[in-house]
């Protein structure tokens, strides 16, 4: 598995895949059994390495008696930064999440979202040119989800590479640039989400008036309007079509092109892993992806 | 440095945050004052500050006694009792969350996910535990000490001494509830786990101290005992030597009760070996917990001519003139178990105790860096 720089790399998988134990892996949280691979070019488990990373975890607790700027304080300094670079960063990553009207409260006090809006600008804070985004918008609201998906396009404008690992694929789907499945600890599939989906990619024409029938296609009739679904990837697969409908005089109402979901993707991969129902050992086991 | 700062910074914040470290500075400002309000004037000793009198011909105001039961009453009650026993539980009850919490989902991972090594991490989180302590235990010695300068006009620096010591006391149990801590990651274990490790020195103490003083007056016994049967020997070969059956047969019937009891003491003796040596040796690697509290008594009464034990037991008000008086076994047996505690060196009672909770440390230590999270 590859993750290119200046992108943003989504990790999916059903419960017990191995997702989060792998981020906390290149966290160092966790010691590998059997591990090859670098980040950052540097092997895994380089702690010095860690600076240049930022890393939000899964249902993260901050002390609960800190407050937002004192909790920023903490993990700074844990990450080597010195108090000057500190107080400015910790001005500008709170308003980056919109809480820095929240900076003097106690972390304690805090909703869902506010703590995971924290927890982003703590793994923000060192300016990493890594991140690791263990389900971000887990407990925020549609609004804050929006925004964190912003925050993300933001993040990776300015050239960083995210990595996000989520269940909620529907968010992914709108901000991913690369993605692989994982499924019992093994990656089933991986790669850009154009190139994933471009063989199960098709376009459907639907139009009014001309009585065409192709014997190579479904013409599927509903009243006055006929549809065909034509597989293939490019746009100009259905220019020929297109031309025969208004040379015999029907009226085209939509050209649609017809992509699979990342759900779809998601079940492909598991398919093709032989685990169609997402149960993966360790879910059994109650342990968390 | 940075990171080592930050870690002692978050142990601040937390122990600040908990009601019980107020609570428990708050009764050691209770129990200082206490210990101000004893005073001396010049007919014996008041209490609360005035409201209460005891006429004394030897304590009173400027006395070298009123010194002793002062700083007696500092070492021997207020530490002994108040921070070796009452605020130390009170410390474990607070201090006890420390690794637990921290090792909770969701909090470990955003500090061991650092370049922060997780020895460094481990032992300044360990360090900011004794932290609640020594904080208390510094509160606490400053009012002792100018309680102490102004009744009895004792600028005792030797008084702060008790900030090392409870704080290395206390270092001995919190280093068994970070590791119950951290293999259990439950502060109500790591609690239990160490009250029982304390209540079980406490019990290996006794029973050495116990069979010690048992095994000197026995060997007390032996020795008077010897001495008496060699005297009724010599008298019974004297008597042979002179021919005189009479005598014989009397020194001979004197001797019977003495060498009765001279083979019981050393039966007594030769039975409490065993378990002395497995009993000490128990005790040889267990901390001294007692003993380096002991080494406050030590370093406060070093000056004095009198100890508050002394005082206590009327030896102290005893004419210097007046002859000894006859000590039985269990006297002799005591004196020397003081005599012995007193030339145990100080370095061998840290230092063992030491050596005991660094491989404690060592363990967990070692448990912490290698457990996945």
Same mark, same amino acid.
């Given at each position: 598995?590859?993750?290119?720089?200046?992108?943003?790399?989504?990790?999916?998988?059903?419960?017990?895949?191995?997702? @989060?134990?792998?981020?906390?892996?290149?966290?160092?949280?966790?010691?590998?059994? *059997?591990? !090859?691979?670098?980040?950052?070019?540097?092997?895994?488990?380089?702690?010095?390495?860690?600076?240049?990373?930022?890393?939000?975890?899964?249902?993260?607790?901050?002390?609960?008696?800190?407050?937002?700027?004192?909790?920023?304080?903490?993990?700074?300094?844990?990450?080597?930064?010195?108090?000057?670079?500190?107080?400015?960063?910790?001005?500008?990553?709170?308003?980056?999440?919109?809480?820095?009207?929240?900076?003097?409260?106690?972390?304690?006090?805090?909703?869902?979202?506010?703590?995971?809006?924290?927890?982003?600008? *703590?793994?923000?804070?060192?300016?990493?040119?890594?991140?690791?985004?263990?389900?971000?918008?887990?407990?925020?609201?549609?609004?804050?989800?929006?925004?964190?998906?912003?925050?993300?396009?933001?993040?990776?404008?300015?050239?960083?590479?995210?990595?996000?690992? !989520?269940?909620?694929?529907?968010?992914?789907? @709108?901000?991913?640039?690369?993605?692989?499945?994982?499924?019992?600890?093994?990656?089933?599939?991986?790669?850009?989400?154009?190139?994933?989906?471009?063989?199960?990619?098709?376009?459907?024409? @639907?139009?009014?008036?001309?009585?065409?029938?192709?014997?190579?296609?479904?013409? *599927?009739?509903?009243?006055?309007?006929?549809?065909?679904?034509?597989?293939?990837?490019?746009? $100009?697969?259905?220019?020929?079509?297109?031309?025969?409908?208004?040379? $015999?005089?029907?009226?085209?109402?939509?050209?649609?092109?017809?992509?699979? !979901?990342?759900?779809?993707?998601?079940?492909?991969?598991?398919?093709?892993?032989?685990?169609?129902?997402?149960?993966?050992?360790?879910?059994?086991?109650?342990?968390? @992806? | 440095?940075?990171?080592? %700062?930050?870690? /002692?910074?978050?142990?601040?914040?937390?122990?600040?945050?908990?009601?019980?470290?107020?609570?428990?500075?708050?009764?050691?400002?209770?129990?200082?004052?206490?210990?101000?309000?004893?005073?001396?004037?010049?007919?014996?000793?008041?209490?609360?500050?005035?409201?209460?009198?005891?006429?004394?011909?030897?304590?009173?105001?400027?006395?070298?006694?009123?010194?002793?039961?002062?700083?007696?009453?500092?070492?021997?009650?207020?530490?002994? =009792?108040?921070?070796?026993?009452?605020?130390?539980?009170?410390?474990?009850?607070?201090?006890?969350?420390?690794?637990?919490?921290?090792?909770?989902?969701?909090?470990?991972?955003?500090?061991?996910?650092?370049?922060?090594?997780?020895?460094?991490?481990?032992? +300044?989180?360990?360090?900011?535990?004794?932290?609640?302590?020594? %904080?208390?235990?510094?509160?606490?010695?400053?009012?002792?000490?100018?309680?102490?300068?102004?009744?009895?006009?004792?600028?005792?620096?030797?008084?702060? /001494?008790?900030?090392?010591? =409870?704080? /290395?006391?206390?270092?001995?149990?919190?280093?068994?509830?970070?590791?119950?801590? =951290?293999?259990?990651?439950?502060?109500?274990?790591?609690?239990?786990?160490?009250?029982?490790?304390?209540?079980?020195?406490?019990? =290996?103490?006794?029973?050495?101290?116990?069979?010690?003083?048992?095994?000197?007056?026995?060997?007390?016994?032996?020795?008077?005992?010897? &001495?008496? +049967?060699?005297?009724?020997?010599?008298?019974? &070969?004297?008597?042979?030597?002179?021919?005189?059956?009479?005598?014989?047969?009397?020194?001979?019937?004197?001797?019977?009760?003495?060498?009765?009891? %001279?083979?019981?003491?050393?039966?007594? +003796?030769?039975?409490?070996?065993?378990?002395?040596?497995?009993?000490?040796?128990?005790?040889?690697?267990?901390?001294?917990?007692?003993?380096?509290?002991?080494?406050?008594?030590?370093?406060?009464?070093?000056?004095?001519?009198?100890?508050?034990?002394?005082? /206590?037991?009327?030896?102290?008000?005893?004419?210097?003139?007046?002859?000894?008086?006859?000590?039985?076994?269990?006297?002799?047996?005591?004196?020397?178990?003081? &005599?012995?505690?007193?030339?145990?060196?100080?370095?061998?009672?840290?230092? &063992?105790?030491?050596?005991?909770?660094?491989?404690?440390?060592?363990?967990?230590?070692?448990?912490?860096?290698?457990?996945?999270?």
């Amino acid at each position: 598995m590859t993750v290119d720089p200046g992108q943003i790399f989504c990790l999916l998988g059903p419960n017990g895949a191995g997702k @989060s134990t792998l981020v906390k892996i290149l966290m160092t949280v966790i010691h590998p059994s *059997q591990l !090859s691979g670098t980040m950052l070019g540097q092997p895994v488990g380089h702690k010095p390495t860690l600076r240049q990373v930022g890393y939000l975890p899964e249902h993260h607790r901050f002390p609960p008696f800190m407050t937002a700027e004192q909790a920023l304080h903490f993990y700074g300094a844990l990450s080597g930064m010195r108090r000057p670079a500190r107080l400015r960063r910790i001005a500008e990553t709170l308003e980056l999440v919109g809480m820095a009207d929240w900076r003097k409260h106690k972390v304690g006090t805090f909703s869902k979202g506010m703590q995971q809006r924290v927890g982003l600008a *703590q793994a923000l804070l060192h300016d990493p040119k890594l991140l690791l985004l263990d389900e971000p918008t887990d407990g925020v609201d549609p609004v804050g989800r929006r925004e964190i998906r912003d925050l993300l396009h933001h993040l990776r404008s300015e050239g960083r590479t995210i990595l996000v690992n !989520s269940h909620i694929l529907a968010e992914l789907e @709108s901000i991913c640039d690369q993605l692989a499945v994982v499924v019992k600890g093994k990656v089933a599939l991986e790669g850009t989400f154009e190139d994933l989906t471009a063989s199960r990619r098709r376009w459907e024409l @639907s139009w009014r008036g001309a009585e065409i029938t192709w014997p190579d296609y479904d013409v *599927q009739i509903d009243g006055e309007i006929r549809r065909v679904t034509l597989p293939g990837a490019s746009p $100009e697969d259905t220019q020929p079509l297109i031309d025969r409908i208004r040379n $015999e005089g029907g009226v085209i109402m939509s050209v649609t092109e017809i992509r699979e !979901s990342l759900e779809d993707l998601f079940m492909r991969a598991l398919e093709l892993a032989g685990d169609a129902h997402g149960h993966a050992p360790g879910a059994v086991q109650g342990k968390k @992806s | 440095m940075t990171a080592i %700062l930050a870690i /002692l910074r978050e142990s601040w914040l937390s122990l600040r945050a908990e009601k019980l470290f107020k609570v428990v500075m708050g009764l050691n400002i209770l129990v200082i004052v206490g210990f101000a309000s004893i005073g001396f004037d010049k007919t014996g000793v008041t209490i609360f500050f005035g409201l209460s009198h005891i006429e004394s011909e030897f304590v009173f105001a400027g006395s070298p006694l009123a010194r002793t039961l002062y700083m007696g009453i500092y070492s021997a009650f207020i530490v002994n =009792i108040w921070l070796a026993w009452a605020a130390s539980i009170l410390a474990l009850v607070s201090t006890s969350s420390i690794f637990p919490s921290f090792l909770s989902q969701g909090a470990v991972e955003l500090v061991l996910s650092r370049p922060t090594r997780r020895s460094t991490i481990f032992l +300044v989180k360990y360090c900011g535990g004794l932290l609640f302590v020594m %904080l208390q235990v510094s509160v606490f010695t400053v009012g002792a000490f100018f309680a102490a300068g102004w009744r009895v006009g004792e600028w005792d620096p030797a008084i702060f /001494l008790a900030i090392p010591l =409870i704080t /290395l006391f206390y270092s001995y149990l919190f280093c068994i509830n970070a590791l119950a801590g =951290i293999l259990t990651r439950s502060t109500l274990v790591a609690l239990l786990v160490t009250l029982l490790f304390w209540f079980s020195t406490f019990g =290996i103490r006794t029973a050495d101290d116990i069979l010690t003083r048992f095994t000197l007056m026995f060997e007390a016994r032996v020795e008077r005992l010897e &001495k008496q +049967v060699g005297n009724l020997q010599l008298e019974v &070969k004297t008597a042979e030597a002179d021919g005189d059956d009479v005598a014989t047969k009397d020194a001979e019937h004197w001797l019977i009760e003495p060498e009765d009891d %001279l083979a019981l003491a050393k039966q007594g +003796v030769a039975q409490l070996a065993p378990w002395k040596t497995v009993i000490g040796g128990v005790r040889a690697i267990t901390p001294e917990t007692a003993r380096t509290i002991g080494l406050l008594h030590r370093a406060l009464e070093r000056d004095s001519d009198t100890t508050l034990q002394q005082l /206590l037991s009327g030896d102290a008000f005893r004419d210097d003139d007046e002859s000894p008086r006859d000590l039985n076994d269990e006297q002799i047996a005591d004196q020397e178990l003081a &005599k012995r505690e007193e030339n145990i060196s100080p370095w061998l009672i840290i230092g &063992k105790s030491l050596i005991f909770e660094v491989v404690i440390l060592g363990i967990a230590m070692m448990i912490f860096r290698r457990r996945d999270y």
